[in-house]
Nanobody
Framework: QVQLVESGGGLVQAGGSLRLSCAAS????????VAWFRQDPGKEREFVTA????????YYANSVKGRFTISRDNAKNAASLQMNNLKPEDTTVYYC?????????????????WGQGTQVTVSS
């Protein structure tokens, strides 16, 4: 089992930045790929970004490419999502997720562990 806890959400003006953190506990974090998804109420969970277990490979949705950066620190059992140049359409709940195995990393139903989510609100 892996337990994930997100933090760092909040309210920011358009063009601003936020950094989300995902703290992991339980089994060996370095075995797991980590991803961030986001979800509006009543809609499907949307892939944002993912990072392989080693940190060597990263993947981004086109909507966030060039603005968001995912990273991880296996020694600290943590992952982060740096979000720059935020837009009002980035407003939603963000979830950290973890899974074993190779990609693809885009599908939420392939992730075994999820955090509780953190709200990000970008005002115009």
């Amino acid at each position: 089992q892996v337990q994930l806890v997100e933090s760092g959400g909040g309210l920011v003006q358009a063009g601003g930045s936020l950094r989300l953190s995902c703290a992991a506990s339980g089994r060996t974090f370095s075995r797991y790929a980590v991803a961030w998804f986001r979800q509006d109420p009543g809609k499907e969970r949307e892939f944002v970004t993912a990072i392989s277990w080693s940190g060597s490979n990263t993947y981004y949705a086109n909507s966030v490419k060039g603005r968001f950066t995912i990273s991880r620190d296996n020694a600290k059992n943590a992952a982060s999502l740096q979000m720059n140049n935020l837009k009002p359409e980035d407003t939603t709940v963000y979830y950290c997720a973890a899974r074993e195995g190779a990609g693809p990393y885009y599908y939420p139903n392939r992730y075994d562990y999820w955090g509780q989510g953190t709200q990000v609100t970008v005002s115009s």
